[in-house]
């Protein structure tokens, strides 16, 4: 049950939405295997206004909520493959880019929790 929301101050047109939704769900699996996209919940936020550094370049935030416990390799594929991802569908530059995870224990779902 991951969840990953995208935030950016740069236009993303719905043909990279589409591309980035199913890409970034390859690298979910590749780093962390037991995650899947038949339960991956992803929000996109674009256009924001945001300054990275004093600056409003193009940057981005990504945060990702995973249901249970993650490790350190994990999280060091899925930095790298999401910030790969977004440098090559919108041109955010990796140093521009911050990844925020969240480990939760506590995850609600069809009127019940896991």
Sequence with gaps: MPYIEIKTNTSIPKDTEVSIKSKIA???TAAFPSKT???L???FTDSS????GGKDD???MVQIALFGKGNTAGF???TDGVCTLLESELGIPADR???KYEEVSHWG????NF
């Design 58 to 60: 193009p940057c981005a």
């Design 76 to 78: 060091d594929k899925m």
């Design 97 to 99: 880019i911050y990844v």
């Design 49 to 52: 206004r945001m300054y990275f």
């Design 26 to 28: 390859a690298v979910l």
């Design 37 to 39: 996209e038949n339960w």
């Design 109 to 112: 779902w069809n009127n019940s």
């Design 41 to 43: 919940m992803l929000d």
